[in-house]
Antibody
Framework: QLQLQESGPGLVKPSETLSLTCTVS??????????WGWIRQPPGKGLEWIGT???????YYNPSLKSRVTISVDTSNNQFSLNLSPVTAADTAVYYC?????????????WGQGTLVTVSS | DIVMTQSPDSLAVSLGERATINCKSS????????????LAWYQQKPRQPPKLLIH???TRESGVPDRFSGSGSGTDFTLTISSLQAEDVAVYYC?????????FGQGTKLEIK
């Protein structure tokens, strides 16, 4: 059974960098069949797609965040990561990693449990 | 960006009755070359991640009860729960993955009447 688990600091100061890692187990991130994404959800609000990566390193970003986002992949550790910088209070959210069911243009069929990141001094 | 608008924002339905949630996209998400609608539905319960119910507008994900069905094409879509169960209380989201940025509807909160 595929599992995804987000990890990283739960508190980040304004103007600093938010860094999260998603560890994939029960399957290989290097599978040519799938893409991997990050989605966030501010408390009490809806879902926002942040970006998507393929094991080769190809990336697709939300234009609204593109200037501040970097998504990378580490196939040797079966992980992919999110960096967002600089952050403001508006970046406070639950951050989810997820797998696309196939290509980058497909639904998300497996999700991590999510991790709350609070931006505050 | 494609704007996804769900209606209603909240809905209360009696157990065993039908629940219908609508989703309208600001432009078509039907890809003509493969005749597929790039539209998914998710269910989110409190303190849980979203769960994929339906993709390609009408394809039920494995393990999803058959009381859940999706329909529609182009810009207008519907999620129907044929006979509401207590465990269906959740927020439901539609999502388009036709183009970047992928976007979600604002959510519809479903409760028991």
């Amino acid at each position: 059974q595929l599992q995804l688990q987000e990890s990283g600091p739960g508190l980040v100061k304004p103007s600093e960098t938010l860094s999260l890692t998603c560890t994939v187990s029960g399957g290989s991130i290097s599978s040519s069949s799938y893409h991997w994404g990050w989605i966030r959800q501010p408390p009490g609000k809806g879902l926002e797609w942040i970006g998507t990566i393929y094991y080769s390193g190809s990336t697709y970003y939300n234009p609204s965040l593109k200037s501040r986002v970097t998504i990378s992949v580490d196939t040797s550790n079966n992980q992919f990561s999110l960096n967002l910088s600089p952050v403001t209070a508006a970046d406070t959210a639950v951050y989810y990693c997820a797998r696309h069911a196939s290509s980058a243009w497909s639904a998300f069929d497996y999700w991590g449990q999510g991790t709350l990141v609070t931006v505050s001094s | 960006d494609i704007v996804m608008t769900q209606s209603p924002d909240s809905l209360a339905v009696s157990l065993g009755e039908r629940a219908t949630i609508n989703c309208k996209s600001s432009q078509s998400v039907l890809y003509s070359s493969n005749n597929k609608n790039y539209l998914a539905w998710y269910q989110q319960k409190p303190r849980q991640p979203p769960k994929l119910l339906i993709h390609w507008a009408s394809t039920r994900e494995s393990g999803v009860p058959d009381r859940f069905s999706g329909s529609g094409s182009g810009t207008d879509f519907t999620l129907t729960i044929s006979s509401l169960q207590a465990e269906d209380v959740a927020v439901y989201y539609c999502q388009q993955y036709y183009t970047t940025p992928q976007t979600f509807g604002q959510g519809t909160k479903l409760e028991i009447k």
